[in-house]
């Protein structure tokens, strides 16, 4: 095993570049990904001092909102102390701080995407059964909170705990040269089984209120107002499960290809940008979920006024 090589070793094994001296271009990555960290922290900060002040907000969804808020702020940190750490300064990084600085990254994204899948349900389970809100305990909750994270902290540890190469130079990852290309492929294969539940279950949705509008609208009680909400319910679904598309898949591809070994694919060329997409995803995750509430919006101008 290679446990006393420095960074620098693992990343010639893996032929991925490592700068000794700021570029152009590492200049504007880390730039750019410290403006967007730094709105990711302020917005979802935002939206957790919202519902911790409006009793109104004191139900299950809600709580899963400010659990998603809490993920994606701690996404925000995570990405912050990557773009601290990176480029020039990723040579004089110990193994120990560069398996923080992934593990970090790992179990922020993780808990998001966890989140996001209990709220499809938590939602899926009240439109069904014609609620506003769950009936669901605050006990229940919680547990599905703590539960929540226990899997994203396993998910992010395991490498640094027995899943790396370095006892197998030969199975080491082109992104993440520490990594073993088996863990990619399992990190990836699992967010993408992640999102294929997402889409059905939101599709589910989608059906179940277009055909209960159409329904609905042939009788003459139909009140304009339900109709108002169904069609806000169905612009929301669309906008969240675009915004997953566009902002995960291409990161989860990328992944795979990279776990999988493909000779051919120029992962590297795409890295950090599909990176700063999912990173993107935790500010929409705040906008999406918490600047549609009229509620929340007038929250949000109380705190800040």
Known sequence: CFY??????????SRKELTTYWRTKDVLVVALGLTVSVIVLLTNLLVITAIVINRRFHYPIYYLLGNLAAADLFAGIAYMFLMFHTGPRTAELSLKTWFIRQSLLDTSLTASVVN?????????QTVFTM????????????????????????????????????????????MAPLYSRSYLTFWAISNLVIFLIMVVVYTHIFIYVKRKMTRMSKHTSFHPRYKETMIS??????????????????GQVVLLLD?????????????????????????????????????????????LC
Not at 4 to 13: A, D, I, M, S
Not at 116 to 124: G, N, P, T, Y
């Open 233 to 250: 319910l169905v612009k929301t679904v669309t906008i969240i499960l675009s915004a997953f598309v566009i902002c995960w898949t291409p």
């Open 4 to 13: 006393n090589e420095t960074v620098g070793f693992f990343y010639n094994n």
């Open 116 to 124: 996001l899948l209990a709220i499809a349900v938590e939602r899926h």
């Open 131 to 174: 609620q506003l809100h769950s009936k669901m305990s605050n006990q229940r909750v919680m547990i599905l909170i703590f539960c929540i994270w226990v899997t994203a902290l396993l998910l992010g540890l395991i490498p640094s705990y027995g899943w790396h190469c370095l006892c197998a130079l030969e199975k080491c990852s082109s």
């Open 259 to 303: 776990g999988l070994g493909c000779k051919s694919c120029n992962v590297l060329a795409v890295e950090k940008y599909v990176l700063l997409l999912a990173e993107i995803n935790s500010l929409i995750n705040a906008i999406v979920y918490s600047y549609r509430d009229n509620e929340m919006r007038s929250t949000f101008r109380r705190i």
